[in-house]
């Protein structure tokens, strides 16, 4: 079946830090890759998304590149702020017909002043 | 204001009870989510439902069952609840389509005792 696998659980750095969070996935057909943002208290909050290869999706400072040969969609920012502290999921919506939308465990990202 | 509601924020309750959540958005979309959120911030989706298509994650105990009585409203019932449903489940929303992004609520609270 399908999955999505973020390789970090926790991510602490400090402000002005380079972020990447990885996300490989698995899937049959040809999915949508999602990036989603959760603050403490709140429901997750679409980021972006990107639906073919090589397509870049970016949001508030945050991008992702689809790759399809190496089944990836890691997300990156140049310079975290406190205020990115948030758990981080990648996400995927499988194309095949057999309606499915997958999560990752997410990330919780921590970021120190 | 358009948005995904839930009520109520938070719910205790003993073991054996009956609970049920409600969930309403005003998105003007035609499928509705519950997922489940546990302690390590795992989601799982349990039911979408499109147009009176009801889609269950087959993981998800029978107790557990959705109610819509239309395409803006989707409640949760738990018929008898048991300790391992203490988690926090979310609601969302979206336009029909793997490739759709979701919106969420911000989410019910339920502890069992």
């Known amino acids: 079946g399908d999955s999505v696998t973020q390789t970090e659980g926790q991510v602490a750095l400090s402000e002005e830090d380079f972020l990447t969070i990885h996300c490989n996935y698995s899937?049959?057909?040809?999915?949508?890759l999602f990036w989603y943002v959760q603050y403490p208290g709140e429901g997750p909050q679409f980021l972006f998304r990107a639906s073919r290869d090589k397509e870049k999706g970016s949001s508030r400072g945050f991008e992702a590149t689809y790759d399809k040969g190496t089944t990836s969609f890691h997300l990156r920012k140049a310079s975290v702020q406190e205020s990115d502290s948030a758990v981080y999921y990648c996400a995927l919506g499988d194309d095949t017909g057999n309606y499915k939308y997958v999560f990752g465990a997410g990330t919780r990202l921590k970021v120190i002043a | 204001e358009t948005a995904v509601f839930q009520t109520p924020n938070y719910h205790v309750t003993q073991v054996g009870n009956e609970v049920s959540f409600n969930c309403k958005q005003t998105l003007g979309h035609d499928t509705m989510y519950w997922y489940k959120q546990d302690s390590k911030k795992l989601l799982k989706i349990m039911f979408s439902y499109n147009n009176k298509q009801l889609i269950v994650n087959e993981t998800v105990p029978r107790r557990f069952s959705p109610q819509s009585s239309d395409k803006a409203h989707l409640n949760l019932r738990i018929k008898s609840v048991e300790p391992e449903d203490s988690a926090v489940y979310l609601c969302?929303?979206?336009?029909?389509?793997?490739?759709?992004?979701?919106?969420f609520g911000p989410g019910t609270r339920l502890t069992v005792l």
């Open positions: 969302a929303s979206s336009h029909w389509g793997n490739y759709a992004e979701q919106f």
């Open positions: 899937a049959s057909g040809y999915p949508a």
